[in-house]
C-alpha cells in the first residue's frame, strides 16, 4: 500500500508542477511578473513562486483569483495538464 501512496503523491506533485508552468506560461504570454500577478490575485510574490514551481497544494479559491487575474477560465487554465484540452 505505500508504494501506491508513493504513486499517487508522486502524481500529484506532476500535476502541481504542470500547473505552476502553465501559470508562468500564461503570465509570461500577458508579460506580467510574479510581484503583479501577486498584486491581482491580492496575495505576495513569494506565494505565486511557490505555486508556479510546484511547491504548494493550491487552493481553488486561489486557482480562481489567478484564473480571473489572468483573464481565463479555468478550463484554459488547466489546459494541457493530463490530457486537458
Partial sequence: M?????VIARTVQERQ???????KTLRGQKGWSQELLAHNCGTN??????????????RTVTLLKIANALQVS???L???I???E
Fill in 82 to 84: 493530463n490530457g486537458i
Fill in 78 to 80: 488547466f489546459k494541457g
Fill in 45 to 58: 510574490r513569494g506565494h505565486i513562486g511557490e505555486i508556479e514551481r510546484g511547491k504548494y497544494d493550491v
Fill in 74 to 76: 479555468l478550463k484554459e
Fill in 2 to 6: 505505500g508504494s501506491k501512496q508513493s
Fill in 17 to 23: 508542477k504542470e500547473l505552476g508552468l502553465r501559470i
